[in-house]
């Protein structure tokens, strides 16, 4: 199993890394995708990725937009160059748009921008879409990614799952799926088929319902891959294998 979305490089972590490895490592989750959210968090993520042989990707987070977003992109325009030989650089992201955080235009603006990156560098994108989903299909749909990319932690009905599908993307399902109040997912991973989603925690994030004061950790995933062969009728071992080849054919690992 592979982790598609882990903020594993996050403080949260910093105290049991090496301990929680081991405990995926026996749990067969074997790797994970660290999303960039910030430019000065950026290097410690190269370095972790290296470390424990996880992927990463370079991005700014809707939540951290900058004063100079015109700065910002270059700067990540270099680090992007920087590691275009790096086999752990997967994906441009996690950029997006949150009509529930910091909301205004320059969020827009600045995914905007990074679209043409991901394009630029050929990269697949990973996309965090609260409340705006209107909005960011239009944006992809003027667009147009070769790669396409993912909406992490989707949240939304079958209807919009398939207009992202038809542009490309994948649905990344975490553990929102475990809610039994999730209706609309539930029904998505239901109907569709499982080719179009990939498997993530968003960690620390996303803490199941059910134990919501904890620290959330890939270890969520058993759950959630349980989770998607109940909803889906067919074998655990078949659902897992179809949700890494998604993984490894969305982002080339
Ligand atoms: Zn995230």
Not at 93 to 111: F, I, M, R, T, V
Not at 156 to 169: E, R, V
Request: hydrophobic fraction near 40%; charge should be neutral.
């Amino acid at each position: 199993m592979i982790d598609t979305h882990a903020h594993l490089d996050m403080p949260e972590f910093d105290n049991d890394r090496n301990e929680l490895v081991s405990e995926m490592k026996r749990h067969g989750i074997l790797s994970a995708i660290i999303p960039g959210i910030a430019a000065d968090k950026w290097q410690k993520q190269l370095e972790l990725a290296e470390q424990y042989q996880w992927y990463f990707a370079l991005g700014i987070h809707p939540w951290y937009v900058p004063d100079d977003i015109d700065r910002a992109i270059s700067l990540l325009d270099a680090k992007l160059q920087e590691c275009r030989e790096n086999r752990r650089l997967v994906a441009v992201g996690e950029c997006g748009l949150d009509k529930l955080h910091h909301w205004s235009d320059k969020q827009l603006l600045l995914l905007e921008k990074q679209l043409q990156l991901a394009q630029t560098y050929q990269l697949p994108v990973i996309l965090h879409a609260v409340k705006a989903h209107q909005e960011l299909l239009a944006l992809l749909t003027r667009t147009r990614l070769s790669r396409g990319g993912v909406i992490h932690g989707f949240y939304g009905n079958s209807q919009t799952a398939k207009q992202y599908i038809a542009l490309g993307f994948k649905l990344g399902v975490g553990g929102l799926l475990l809610n039994p109040s999730a209706k609309k997912l539930r029904q998505a991973v239901t109907e569709l088929p499982i080719e179009h989603f990939l498997l993530e925690t968003d960690s620390p994030s996303m803490s199941p319902f059910d134990q919501p004061k904890s620290r959330n950790t890939p270890l969520t995933l058993n759950r959630i891959v349980s989770e998607i062969s109940f909803l889906k009728k067919s074998e655990t071992v078949c659902i897992l294998e179809q949700l890494n080849k998604n993984a490894v054919q969305l982002f080339e690992l």
